[in-house]
Structures are given as C-alpha cells and as structure tokens.
C-alpha cells in the first residue's frame, strides 16, 4: 500500500507545480509580467499550503479512513483548479480598477492585488496542503520508523513536482497551451482521487476483517513528551527558514529574468532546481531521522 502512496502523491505533486506555472502565467496576464505576479503566486501557494496542513493535521489525527479522505481532497483540488483560469479572469476588471486608482500608493496597491490572488488561489492550495497530514496518518504505522516514512512521502512528493515543473515549463505548456495542460493537471488529480478511493476500500475491507480477528491498532501515542516552549521555538525556526528560503527563491527568479528576460523558461529553471533540492534533502535526511 505504502508504494502505491508514494506513486500517487509523486502524481500529486506534478500536478501541483503545473498549476503553479500556469497560474505565474495568468497573473501576469491580468497583473502584468513582473516579479510582484509571482511574488503573489508563491506566497498565496505556500499560504495555502500551510494552511492547509495546519487544519489538515488536526482532523487528520481523528480521522479513522484517512486515504478515503485523501482521495476526496484530490479531488477536490482537481475541480477547484479547473476553474482557476475562469476565476483569474473575473479578477481583471478588479485590477484594471487598481491600476486607475491605486498605482501611485505602492504599498496599498500591492497588497490589494496580493489579497485579490489569495483569494482565487488559497482554497485549491489548502486543499493541496491538507494533502499530507491524512498521507501521513495512513502510512505511520511504526513510530520508529516515521521520520523515513515522512521523508518518503515528501521526496516524492517534491520529485514529482520537480518533473511538474519541468514538463509544464518546456513541453506542456508550448505544445498544449496554458487551458488543455490545466485541464490534464486536473485529470491528473482525478486519476489519483480515483486509485486512492479505490485503495481505500480495499483498506476498510481489510480493516473489517482484521477487527473481527481481534487485531489491536497501532499505537500511535508513544513518542516521549515535547516542552511546548520546545515545539514553539522548533516552529519558530522552522517558519524562518522557510522564509529565508522563498525569499532566495524569488531573489534568484528576478537575477534569472535579469540574465535571461522574463519567461516561463527562467521562473521553470529556478523552481525545478529549487525543489530538486528540497527532495534530495528530504530523500537523504529522512533516513537519518
């Protein structure tokens, strides 16, 4: 089961950086080809993220068929980013009202436009985030071995968004054009909403038989107690790197449209290898966790 987890949520990922490419695209058609639109789209896509890993982690350690939710937030994401192109659209009389109005104030202009694109793209990248706290809840099993499984997943996950990144960049999007690669982003979390419903049923008939056998759940309460002083200052420096590291990013994409001029080509090469690293950190750390 754990493999066939990991083939999905590399699908998943994939996905989820097509996505991002093309909406860097549509933004910058509606906001105009800068770095402040993809500024707006990486921070409403990691917004959303944590966000929805936040509430995602929550519910996902109370949830008793975690895949069979996992599988209706695939799902979820597919439809809600099928309407994305058509929701970024509705947004340009909003910016065209913005760039009469509200050009010469800089910072309130900038912060209007960043809201209008959260609120198009912060829904679907919850949903992407709330992804793998149910992921994780289904494969923990040993506790001991948790961190490699979570490494595990998020390798993957990070690899897959690696040949996302790179197919949407130089073959999807020149070939197909930025409406027909959304819509395969979409049929590609359809597929996997599809696999893991169907894995999940399988997983509730095993469950049934194994609770008439008398099976005993995992524990999964073991772990020995954080301070939350602990867990508070872990976060905290958890948050800051993550910071730091989204501000190289978008320093590096502007030294890249500097060097190369403003393209999907340079946003493409910059993402791929920054999140090639992350998933060979993930992958090498993980073991070792």
Known sequence: MRRILLVLFFASGAAGLVYEVI???????????????ITTVLAAFMGGLALGSALGGRAAARAARPVRVYALLEAGVGLYCLAVPLLVSALEPACRYLYRNLYDRFLLFHLCLFL???????PGTALMGATLPF??????????RLGTRLGDLYSANTAGAVVGVLAAGFFLIPGLGLSWTNRLGAAANLAVAAVAWALA??????????????????????????S?????????????????????????????????GASTYSFTVIVAAFILGIALGSAIFGRLA
């Open 23 to 37: 909406w860097v695209r549509l933004f910058g058609l509606v906001m105009g080809n800068t770095v402040f639109s």
């Open 116 to 122: 209008l694109g959260a609120l198009v793209l912060v």
């Open 135 to 144: 992921l994780a809840r289904a494969v923990a099993g040993d506790e001991r």
């Open 201 to 226: 049923k399988r997983l509730d008939a095993g469950t049934i038989r194994a609770e008439a056998r008398g099976a005993a759940p995992a524990d999964l309460t073991a772990s020995p107690p954080v």
């Open 228 to 260: 939350r002083l602990a867990t508070i200052t872990l976060l905290a420096a958890f948050g800051a790197s993550g910071a730091t590291s989204l501000s190289y990013q978008i320093a590096w994409a502007r030294s890249f449209t500097m060097a190369i």
